[in-house]
C-alpha cells in the first residue's frame, strides 16, 4: 500500500495466527453459528441442525473469541473458524482503509483464544511466577504500601493503537514523576511502574509477575491502575469501587481538550444524553457518576481478579470508530490520520492517570470508600435476583410450551424434528457453594 509503507512490509511480520489455538488437521462439514454463543447454538438446535463432528465458521463480535471456540467444542465440534464480518467493522461501518477507519476486505485479525479469565499466564508455570522482580522507586514515608502502574507493550503486529497510544502515555507520565523527582519531591508510598509482555498471548507478563511476590504483593499492593489503548473522547474508568469518589476527583481536575470542560463533565453530559432514565437522573442528582466493574481481557486481571488488589482500568475513547483491531493496519499510518491524530487525548490520559498516581501515593489516608462499595454491591446482589427470576420464569415458559406441544405444532413440518427436551429450572447455589471464579494464587 503506497501511502503507508509500514501494514505493507514483508520482514517484520509474522502471518496471521491466533495464539494458543490448538494444532491439527481436520476435514468435516461447516456450519455457520452467527457468533458463536451459546444462544446461537440453541437456535441452530431449535432448527435440528448439529454441529457434532463439524467444523463451526463464526464470526467476531458479541463475545469473546476465545469463548467461540471452547462454546464450539462444547457443542461436539471439531474445529472453529473465526473470520471479520463486513457488516461488524468492514464496509458497513464506514470508507476502508486506507480512505477510512474500517477494515479492508484483507484485514484479518489476530487475537488470543486462551480460557483468559481463569487461567491467564505462561501455561508452564500456572499459579507460579516466572519473571524476576521490577524496580522500585521508595516511598519516602510508606515505602511497604505499592501504588502500581502499568500497560503492556507487546502489540499483534505494528499496534500503534494497541497498545503504543496507552504506554507512551504511561512513558510521559514517568517521565514528568522524574522531573519531580529532580526538584525534589518525595512521595510517601512506593510507585512502581510497569511495562508488560505477553499481555495480547495470555496476559504473561503481568501474570508472572503477580505470581512471582505472591505473598509481598498481597501484603503490599495498595491499588493497581491499567491502561490499554487510548483515543479521542470520553472519560472510562472501571474498576474497584471503592475508588469511585477518588477517580471521579481525579476526572474532575483534567480539561477535555476539544470540548473545554473537565472530562468528569463531560462523561456526565454524555451519561445525560444517551443514558437510561434511570442513568440520566443519576447523573443529574449523585454526587458522582458510577464506574463499571472490569470484566477480563488486559492486564487487571491477575491483580484484581487473582490477587484482590483495588484496581483501576482507566482511558478515553468512543469517538472514532475503526475497524482494524489486531491487524496489520494498527499502525501510525492509520492512527495519525483516523483517530487521535494530534494526539491531545494522549496527552490527556498522561494527565488524568497521572494525577491519580501522584494523588494515591501522597495521600495521608488511602482513599477508599467501603460505603459505595456495600452500596454496588447491594446493587449486584439486586441484578442477580432479578436475572435468576427473569431465567426462571423463562424456563418455567419453555418448558411448559414444550409440554404443550406448541414448538411441535408451529415447527417447520419440511424442515427435521425439533429436538427441544425441558430444561431444569435454575436454582440459589446454597451459600457453602464458592462462585466458580474464584482462585487463590497461593500455594
Ligand atoms: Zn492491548
Same mark, same amino acid.
Given at each position: 500500500m503506497l501511502v503507508d509503507p509500514t501494514s505493507g512490509q514483508k520482514t517484520e511480520q509474522l502471518p496471521t495466527y491466533n495464539a494458543y489455538s490448538r494444532d491439527g488437521d481436520v476435514t468435516a462439514p461447516l456450519v455457520y453459528v452467527n457468533y458463536g454463543r451459546p444462544v446461537d447454538y440453541e437456535h441452530l438446535d431449535r432448527l435440528g441442525v448439529s454441529v457434532k463432528g463439524a467444523i463451526v465458521i463464526a464470526r467476531y463480535?458479541?463475545?469473546?473469541?476465545?469463548i467461540k471456540p471452547k462454546v464450539a467444542a462444547e457443542h461436539g465440534a471439531i474445529g472453529c473458524l473465526i473470520y471479520s464480518d463486513p457488516r461488524d467493522d468492514g464496509y458497513f461501518g464506514g470508507e476502508v482503509f486506507p480512505e477510512g477507519p474500517m477494515r479492508s476486505r484483507d484485514g484479518v485479525q489476530r487475537g488470543s483464544v486462551m480460557d483468559m479469565p481463569v487461567y491467564p499466564g505462561d501455561p508452564l508455570t500456572p499459579g507460579v511466577g516466572a519473571t524476576p522482580e521490577a524496580k522500585r522507586l521508595a516511598g519516602s514515608v510508606y515505602p511497604d504500601e505499592w501504588i502500581i502502574r502499568g500497560n503492556h !507493550?507487546?502489540?499483534? =503486529?505494528?499496534?500503534a493503537g494497541d497498545p503504543v497510544s496507552g504506554i507512551s502515555a504511561e512513558l510521559e507520565e514517568a517521565r514528568a514523576l522524574g522531573e519531580l523527582l529532580k526538584q525534589g519531591w518525595k512521595p510517601k508510598r512506593t510507585i512502581i511502574y510497569a511495562a508488560w509482555d505477553g499481555e495480547e498471548p495470555a496476559l504473561l507478563g503481568s501474570t508472572e509477575w503477580v505470581e512471582t511476590p505472591a505473598a509481598e504483593l498481597e501484603a503490599h499492593a495498595a491499588v493497581y491502575i491499567n491502561t490499554d489503548s487510548n483515543g479521542r473522547g470520553y472519560f472510562s474508568a472501571e474498576g474497584s469501587h471503592t475508588l469511585e469518589p477518588f477517580i471521579n476527583s481525579v476526572a474532575r481536575a =483534567?480539561?477535555?481538550?476539544?470540548?473545554? =470542560?473537565s472530562a468528569w463533565k463531560r462523561l456526565q453530559a454524555t451519561t445525560i444524553a444517551t443514558g437510561t432514565p434511570e442513568e440520566r437522573s443519576e447523573a443529574r442528582a449523585r454526587d458522582d457518576l458510577r464506574i463499571g466493574a472490569l470484566g477480563s481481557g488486559s492486564d487487571f486481571t491477575p491483580f484484581l481478579? !487473582?490477587?484482590?488488589v483495588p484496581t483501576l482500568n482507566l482511558g478515553y475513547g468512543g469517538e472514532d470508530d475503526n475497524g482494524?483491531?489486531?491487524?496489520?493496519?494498527?499502525?501510525f499510518y492509520h492512527y495519525t490520520h483516523f483517530e487521535d491524530t494530534d494526539f491531545a487525548y494522549g496527552r490527556l490520559a498522561a494527565q488524568t492517570v497521572g494525577t491519580a498516581v501522584i494523588r494515591l501515593a501522597d495521600a495521608d489516608v488511602l482513599p477508599f470508600d467501603f460505603t459505595r462499595l456495600a452500596e454496588t454491591v447491594k446493587r449486584y446482589v439486586d441484578d442477580v435476583q432479578t436475572l435468576l427470576k427473569r431465567r426462571q420464569d423463562e424456563v418455567r415458559e419453555r418448558n411448559r410450551q414444550i409440554e404443550d406441544g406448541v414448538f411441535a405444532a408451529t415447527r417447520d413440518p419440511r424442515r427435521r424434528t425439533d429436538t427441544r427436551k425441558p430444561w431444569p429450572a435454575p436454582r440459589r447455589n446454597s451459600p457453602a457453594t464458592p462462585p466458580p471464579f474464584v482462585r487463590s494464587t497461593r500455594g
Open positions: 463480535g458479541a463475545s469473546w473469541r476465545g !507493550h507487546d502489540a499483534w =503486529v505494528n499496534g =483534567v480539561e477535555d481538550p476539544e470540548a473545554k =470542560v481478579q !487473582h490477587s484482590g482494524i483491531y489486531h491487524s496489520i493496519y494498527d499502525d
